[in-house]
Every structure is written in C-alpha cells, then in structure tokens.
C-alpha cells in the first residue's frame, strides 16, 4: 500500500494519504504534507520537538495535528524529516508527538513551495475495509 498520493488540483496541492491504522494514517498524512514543501528525505534528526492534539473526532484530530506540524515548521523554522507519535488515545481523539529534523536550508532540503494553511475544503477521514484514507487540500 502506498503511503499517500497526490490528486490533480489547479492551484493548491491535494492528497490523500493512507494507513493500515489510524496512527498510520496521521504519520502518512503529515509525510504528505511535508512533502509538498521540501524532500523529507533530505532532513537529518538532530533537533526535537514535541506537539499535541485534540478534536471531537478523528478528522478535527488529524486536522489539528497537521496544523500543530505547520506551526512548529513555520515558528520553530526547522524540517522535520521523521515522526514518531508517543502517545494516540483514539477515544478521546487526543495525542502526542515528536517532530525529529533540524534547521531549514534552502539548498540542502530542495524547499519547493510554502503552504498557507491546512484548509476542510476536500477534508476527510475514513476507514474502508482495512485501511484508513484521509483527504487533504493545503492551500499554497
């Protein structure tokens, strides 16, 4: 099964990520996204911080949590290249996590695009059969 892929959008950037669980389906989720601003695989972990989130479902939850990541990205100017969630309560659509990476640089992380926001057009979360799917439309 694919991490995630990219769906045709005029001008901002669509996917939809997928997940044998719903942890997966986060992880993936947030590669995507980061995928559309650098080469996650370029980004060394030297560097950590750590995020939470929260909603009163699985699709406020990813959606936070995505936000959380863009915030930290944004604030913190770093590239986070590997995370690792270390605490996910499903029932009450809560969690924890820890972005590894280090500073941005330009050349070294081959920066494609910014993304504005994290946006609920498009928005969802699903489980079929035995996979989680998430859609997701980053405005850039």
Known sequence: MDKYLFLEHTADALFQ??????EELLLNSAEAMLSVIYDVASVE????VKVNASGD????????????VHLELELKEMVFGKIEITHLD??????EAELHGEKM????????TEIK???WHSF?????????????????
């Not at 990520?17 to 719903?22: I, L």
């Not at 479902?57 to 959380?68: D, I, P």
């Open 57 to 68: 479902n699985k699709e406020e939850l990813l959606h936070n949590f995505l936000e959380a």
């Open 45 to 48: 972990t030297k560097k950590s």
């Open 17 to 22: 990520a997928f997940g044998e669980n719903f």
């Open 105 to 112: 640089d330009r050349k070294k992380h081959n920066l494609k």
């Open 90 to 95: 499903e029932a009450k659509n809560t969690l």
């Open 117 to 119: 926001a994290v946006t």
């Open 124 to 140: 969802f979360v699903r489980k079929e059969e035995n996979k989680w799917i998430s859609q997701v439309l980053v405005d850039i």
